[in-house]
C-alpha cells in the first residue's frame, strides 16, 4: 500500500510538473486601451478570442501617451483604437518609426461637438449665440485625447466663448445623461462608434472649418516586428472587422452587462460565432 501511495505521489507531481511546463510555454499577449467604450469592446472580444486561442492575455489601461510610449518600447504589444488620419496623427508622427499598422477594425468614425436632438443650433458656428444656455461650457474627456486637442483647435479657429472641461468618457456620458433627463441643453466632445447615440437622440454639430476631418478609420496598431514574432496574433488582428451594426451591439452589450466586461464580450463572441471564426486563421495558435 505504501509503494502505491508513493507511485501515485510520483504521477501526481509529474503532472503538476507538466502542467507548469504548459503554462511557462502558453503564447501570451498584451493590449493596452483607453477608457472609451469602442476601446474598452473591442479591446475584450480580442481578449475572449486569444483566450479561445490558447493565449494568455493580459489588458493594460492607461491614457494615450502613456500607451503610445509603452508600445515604442515592447512593454505592451498591442492598441487597438488608433484614430487616423487625424485624431491621433501626433502620437503616430511621434512614435510610427516603432510601430507597425496591423490593419484595420472599424473605418466610419468620426469627431465632433454632440448635442442632444433637441437643441435648436446645427453647426458649431452657431454656438456662441447660445452661449448661456450651454453655460459657457463644452464637456470633454481625457486631457491628452485627440478629440481634445480638435476642440482646443475649434475654440479658436470659431473664436467660441466657452471653456472646455476635462473629465474622461464615463464623465462625459454622465453629464450628458443628466441634462437630457431634464431636458437641459448640452454640448459634449463625443464621437462614433459610441453606445450614447443608441441609448440617446445626439446630433453632431457641422464642422465648416472642417477641424474635426472628416470620417476616420480606427487602425490596430503594434511595436515593429509584432507580427514577425506572432504572424498568428497578427493575422487575426488583421482579420478582425467589425460593421456599423457589430460595433453598436457590441459596445450596448458590455455597457448593458450585468456581469464583467469580459464576460460579456464572451457572450457577444458566442452569438457571432460564425463571424468570429471567420477572423480566425487557419494555423493553430499553439503550432
Known amino acids: 500500500m505504501k509503494k502505491l501511495k508513493t507511485i501515485t505521489a510520483l504521477l501526481l507531481a509529474t503532472v503538476m510538473l507538466a502542467a507548469c511546463g504548459g503554462s511557462e510555454n502558453k503564447k501570451k499577449i498584451s493590449i493596452a486601451y483607453a477608457n472609451w467604450s469602442e476601446g474598452i469592446a473591442m479591446t475584450n472580444l480580442a481578449k475572449v478570442i486569444f483566450e479561445d486561442q490558447g493565449y494568455e492575455v493580459k489588458l493594460l489601461n492607461a491614457d494615450l501617451a502613456p500607451i503610445f510610449a509603452s508600445l515604442s518600447r515592447k512593454k505592451a504589444d498591442v492598441f487597438m483604437d488608433v484614430w487616423m488620419p487625424v485624431t491621433m496623427a501626433d502620437y503616430m508622427q511621434e512614435y510610427g518609426d516603432k510601430l507597425e499598422v496591423i490593419g484595420n477594425i472599424y473605418d466610419n468614425a468620426r469627431i465632433g461637438l454632440v448635442v442632444p436632438e433637441y437643441v435648436t443650433?446645427?453647426?458649431?458656428?452657431?454656438?456662441?449665440?447660445?452661449?448661456?444656455?450651454?453655460?459657457?461650457?463644452?464637456?470633454?474627456?481625457?486631457?491628452?485625447?485627440?478629440?481634445?486637442?480638435?476642440?482646443?483647435?475649434?475654440?479658436?479657429?470659431?473664436?467660441?466663448?466657452?471653456?472646455?472641461?476635462?473629465?474622461?468618457?464615463?464623465?462625459?456620458?454622465?453629464?450628458?445623461?443628466?441634462?437630457?433627463?431634464?431636458?437641459?441643453?448640452?454640448?459634449?466632445?463625443?464621437?462614433?462608434?459610441?453606445?450614447?447615440?443608441?441609448?440617446?437622440?445626439?446630433?453632431?454639430?457641422?464642422?465648416?472649418?472642417?477641424?474635426?476631418?472628416?470620417?476616420?478609420?480606427?487602425?490596430?496598431?503594434?511595436?515593429?516586428?509584432?507580427?514577425?514574432?506572432?504572424?498568428?496574433?497578427?493575422?487575426?488582428?488583421?482579420?478582425?472587422?467589425?460593421?456599423?451594426?457589430?460595433?453598436?451591439?457590441?459596445?450596448?452589450?458590455?455597457?448593458d452587462a450585468q456581469t464583467s466586461e469580459t464576460e460579456a464580450a464572451r457572450q457577444w463572441m458566442n452569438e457571432h460565432k460564425e463571424l468570429v471564426d471567420s477572423w480566425i486563421p487557419k494555423d493553430s495558435a499553439t503550432e
Open 121 to 255: 443650433i446645427n453647426s458649431i458656428e452657431e454656438l456662441n449665440a447660445e452661449k448661456d444656455r450651454f453655460s459657457g461650457e463644452i464637456v470633454g474627456i481625457d486631457a491628452g485625447a485627440g478629440i481634445m486637442k480638435a476642440t482646443d483647435q475649434a475654440l479658436k479657429d470659431y473664436q467660441l466663448d466657452y471653456k472646455l472641461l476635462t473629465s474622461s468618457g464615463p464623465a462625459m456620458t454622465a453629464s450628458l445623461k443628466k441634462a437630457i433627463d431634464k431636458n437641459e441643453w448640452i454640448v459634449v466632445t463625443g464621437w462614433t462608434p459610441h453606445w450614447m447615440f443608441d441609448r440617446f437622440k445626439l446630433k453632431i454639430l457641422q464642422d465648416p472649418k472642417t477641424i474635426y476631418g472628416a470620417v476616420e478609420t480606427i487602425h490596430t496598431v503594434a511595436w515593429k516586428g509584432f507580427s514577425e514574432q506572432d504572424p498568428f496574433a497578427a493575422q487575426l488582428l488583421k482579420n478582425m472587422h467589425l460593421t456599423d451594426e457589430h460595433i453598436s451591439s457590441l459596445m450596448t452589450a458590455i455597457e
